[in-house]
T-cell receptor
Framework: GAGVSQSPRYKVAKRGQDVALRCDPISGHVSLFWYQQALGQGPEFLTYFQNEAQLDKSGLPSDRFFAERPEGSVSTLKIQRTQQEDSAVYLC????????????FGQGTRLTVV | AQSVTQLGSHVSVSEGALVLLRCNYSSSVPPYLFWYVQYPNQGLQLLLKYTSAATLVKGINGFEAEFKKSETSFHLTKPSAHMSDAAEYFC????????????FGGGTRVLVKP
């Protein structure tokens, strides 16, 4: 596709439920990032892939959060046993990977945990 | 570690007036700096970027920003506000030594009055 695609756009989960959020990056983009944006705040880094390798997961808030990109293209962010504090917009971004290149963002998935 | 501070979480301007959004950064390496705009329920769109070339950077929609190393600032300006500029604006610094992950400021919401 022409841009970064994320699905679903909206997700309501009951507390304790597992969720999976999908990101389709721009074709050919080597780097893929996940960010978490709480209401009224700036996005915060979660994790980074270069192709299929997860090079940085320092931003994942707990071991309930897991991300993968098995074939170096589509990525999935999984949250186990969701908690209310997990409610946020989850943004995916991709780039060619060079130092000064732009990261293109998807529209995000708004997760609400009730 | 890197950080970004945006002064003023909300800015109100009259249509046709100057828009000035302030951003100060902290970085242990020469920074790459970005301004992104976010419209409601949308992802982030790049306005402009500084990557160590010219210190005055021009972006889309008539915005520009000036990198001032001595002040560790990267303020965003637009000479004449338009109603369509109402959105949230985020300043970010890229950690190019660690995969280009972005550290964002808290954002400034711009309201344009007719």
């Amino acid at each position: 596709g022409a841009g970064v695609s994320q699905s679903p756009r909206y997700k309501v989960a009951k507390r304790g439920q597992d969720v999976a959020l999908r990101c389709d990056p721009i074709s050919g983009h080597v780097s893929l990032f996940w960010y978490q944006q709480a209401l009224g705040q700036g996005p915060e880094f979660l994790t980074y892939f270069q192709n299929e390798a997860q090079l940085d997961k320092s931003g994942l808030p707990s071991d309930r959060f897991f991300a993968e990109r098995p074939e170096g293209s589509v990525s999935t962010l999984k949250i186990q046993r969701t908690q209310q504090e997990d409610s946020a917009v989850y943004l995916c971004a991709s780039s060619f990977g060079q130092a000064n290149t732009e990261a293109f963002f998807g529209q995000g998935t708004r997760l609400t945990v009730v | 570690a890197q950080s970004v501070t945006q002064l003023g979480s909300h800015v109100s301007v009259s249509e046709g007036a100057l828009v000035l959004l302030r951003c100060n950064y902290s970085s242990s390496v020469p920074p790459y700096l970005f301004w992104y705009v976010q419209y409601p329920n949308q992802g982030l769109q790049l306005l402009l970027k500084y990557t160590s070339a010219a210190t005055l950077v021009k972006g889309i929609n008539g915005f520009e920003a000036e990198f001032k190393k001595s002040e560790t600032s990267f303020h965003l300006t637009k000479p004449s506000a338009h109603m369509s500029d109402a959105a949230e604006y985020f300043c970010a610094v890229s950690d190019w030594a660690a995969g280009n992950k972005l550290t964002f400021g808290g954002g400034t919401r711009v309201l344009v009055k007719p």
